[in-house]
């Protein structure tokens, strides 16, 4: 397996060409009435977009268990998202893992709330490494070890996490923002959603909440063929599971002293200038 690249980024090779991500990039019009999760791959986006879908219909679950998620809230970078360019009607939810420079730039004059999901990178690596050593689409780290190298040159789909990270901080102040993590979710997820209701102006009773908590669980979602990638047949591009473990902290079953080391290193080097208490690990 290969990368696919286009505009110096490593993308997944999911079968279709540099020249659909590079037009859905350039020319997917963001209108004020989208909501966009945007995230660095294995940062919980899945979970955030259950929240979402849940949130949307008041915690009823008919729609996250009738329609697959990629439909729910599609991809901007993907052949489905460049068939939605040429669509007038398409979903308002839309998800991506573009870096800040390659996103369309109309969302910059849109008013369309961005929820930007980060989570610790060690956390990111761990989860990254099991999903492409399985999967089916992309080069296979053969260890942690070679893994971890590739990670911290950014040479894995969709690039540097430093650089995505960097890229997309520099939205934080905009009032149609919302930075959220993964930690914040696991560590309270009825007071996230609560703000994440609040950032969209969403009201819901405490029935209501609490059926989106207990629906966007791990074991539930787990369990939800619509969200699991079940749906797809053995043969097709996700092959690895999308709820693997689910916790904060696994990389430290995976790191060695020396691995942690290193990254802390290259993590203070690659984040200098950034107010600590800006990200809730470390
Ligand atoms: P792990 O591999 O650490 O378990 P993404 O959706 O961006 O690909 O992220 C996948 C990661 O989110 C995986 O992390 C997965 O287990 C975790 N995840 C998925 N659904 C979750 C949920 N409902 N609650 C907590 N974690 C979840």
Redesign the pocket.
């Known amino acids: 397996y290969e990368f696919l690249w286009c505009e110096g980024l490593p993308f997944p090779d999911s079968g279709f060409s540099s020249e659909v991500i590079k037009e859905a990039c350039t020319k997917f019009v963001i209108k004020d009435e989208d909501t966009v999760t945007v995230?660095?791959?294995?940062?919980?986006?899945?979970?955030?977009?259950?929240i979402l879908c849940l949130i949307h219909s008041k915690g009823d679950t008919k729609w996250i268990q009738s329609v697959p998620i990629w439909e729910r809230s599609p991809w901007i970078e993907t052949d489905r998202g460049y068939k939605l360019l040429k669509e007038n009607e398409r979903p308002n939810f839309l998800s991506s893992h573009l870096p800040f420079h390659l996103f369309p730039k109309s969302l910059f004059t849109s008013k369309a709330k961005v929820l930007y999901?980060m989570?610790n990178p060690k956390?990111v690596l761990?989860?990254g490494y099991?999903?492409w050593a399985t999967s089916k689409f992309s080069i296979k780290p053969e260890s942690l070890e070679q893994y971890f190298k590739w990670f911290i040159q950014g040479n894995v789909p969709y690039g540097s996490w430093f650089e995505h990270i960097r890229g997309w901080m520099s939205m934080r102040h905009r009032e149609n923002v919302l930075l959220l993590s993964?930690e914040e979710?696991?560590k309270d997820p009825r007071s996230t959603i609560e703000k994440i209701c609040q950032f969209l102006g969403k009201k819901l009773n405490p029935e209501e909440l609490d059926s989106v908590l207990k629906n966007?669980?791990?074991h539930?979602?787990?369990q939800n063929k619509m969200s699991n990638y079940e749906m797809l047949p053995e043969s097709s591009m996700i092959h690895s599971?999308?709820?693997?473990?689910?916790?904060c902290g696994?990389w430290k079953n995976h790191f060695t002293v020396a691995q942690d080391e290193a990254f802390h290193k290259v993590y203070q080097e690659k984040m200098a200038g950034f107010p600590k208490d800006l990200f809730p690990w470390e």
């Open positions: 995230s660095y791959p294995k940062s919980g986006t899945h979970w955030l977009i259950e999901l989570r956390d761990a989860s099991y999903f993964y979710l696991q966007s669980s791990f539930v979602m787990k599971p999308i709820a693997r473990k689910g916790i696994d």
